[in-house]
């Protein structure tokens, strides 16, 4: 058995008048309360009552359709244009008065079957503009409708175009950027290498030039060291000289001191005047 409906038979079994809690119910059988209190109250209903309901609905509905259906093939109704059975009908009816109220009936009824066959005509004609205009509408509206996928395409291809050619822009300004940079990088290069050269080519300029400065120094030593050679005699021939210098002097000294003494040995007094010249 449904909960909802265990709970709503205890609520029922309770003796009138005797009080009761729709929260405690809902906590016996485990159900929501305010599901408890509807379906107590009347306000909703259970699905398979709801279900049952609508087969009886169907069902009903279905006889009357039926009902319907068999009373219009019973009943026969004349149609608007049928003005001439309007006649025969009214004849039979007034079964072959000619009076005057039959007269004017009749031709009531022939007045009332013209302008219903107008209305009809017109009726037509105007549900065949209408759909005529509804036609054309749509036609216009799938040519506009077209039209403007056809724009929206065009902008579509046209916006494609330019992010191509944006892009190829883009693609061409870093070639041209990259090769840039190459040639810099290459002058950069060719610049070190020329500098590396130069400082290269005044270092080796450099090392002559203090190689031949070592090398005039060695040859200025050098021929100092020849021309002392040859302006200094040797000691031996020094020691030479000065023994015959000496030997000179004691030659010049004795031949002096013989000069001034006599022949019996006393010594002679020059003069001073001759004192000088000496």
């Not at 003494?261 to 010594?267: A, C, K, N, P």
């Amino acid at each position: 058995m449904d909960p909802i409906q265990a709970a709503i038979n205890d609520i029922e079994s309770l003796q009138p008048g005797e009080s009761f809690s729709y929260s405690q119910m809902a906590r016996k059988h485990h159900v929501v309360r305010s599901t408890l209190s509807r379906r107590h109250q009347g306000i909703t209903q259970s699905r398979a009552v709801v279900n049952n309901n609508r087969q009886n609905i169907n069902q009903q509905q279905e006889k009357e359709v039926l009902r319907d259906q068999s009373i219009r093939r019973n009943t026969s109704v004349l149609s608007a244009s049928d003005w001439r059975k309007f006649e025969r009908l009214l004849c039979s009816a007034v079964k072959g008065l000619a009076t005057e109220e039959s007269y004017k009936l009749s031709q009531t009824l022939h007045s009332i079957s013209i302008q219903n066959q107008l209305l009809e005509h017109e009726n037509k004609c105007l549900r065949e503009a209408l759909a005529t205009q509804k036609r054309s509408s749509n036609v216009q509206r799938a040519h506009d409708r077209q039209h403007e996928r056809d724009i929206e395409e065009q902008q579509i291809q046209l916006q494609k175009s330019e992010q191509a050619e944006a892009r190829r822009a883009s693609k061409k300004l870093k070639e041209r950027l990259l090769q840039e940079r190459r040639i810099a990088r290459a002058a950069a290069r060719d610049a070190r290498a020329k500098q590396r050269a130069d400082e290269a080519a005044d270092r080796r300029l450099k090392q002559q030039a203090r190689k031949a400065q070592r090398q005039l120094q060695n040859r200025i030593k050098l021929s100092k060291k020849s021309n002392e050679k040859v302006l200094k005699p040797s000691s031996r021939s020094i020691e030479k000289t000065q023994a015959q210098r000496e030997a000179v002097d004691v030659d010049e000294a004795s031949s002096v001191a013989s000069a001034s003494q006599s022949r019996r040995g006393r010594i002679i007094k020059k003069p001073s005047r001759y004192r000088s010249s000496e």
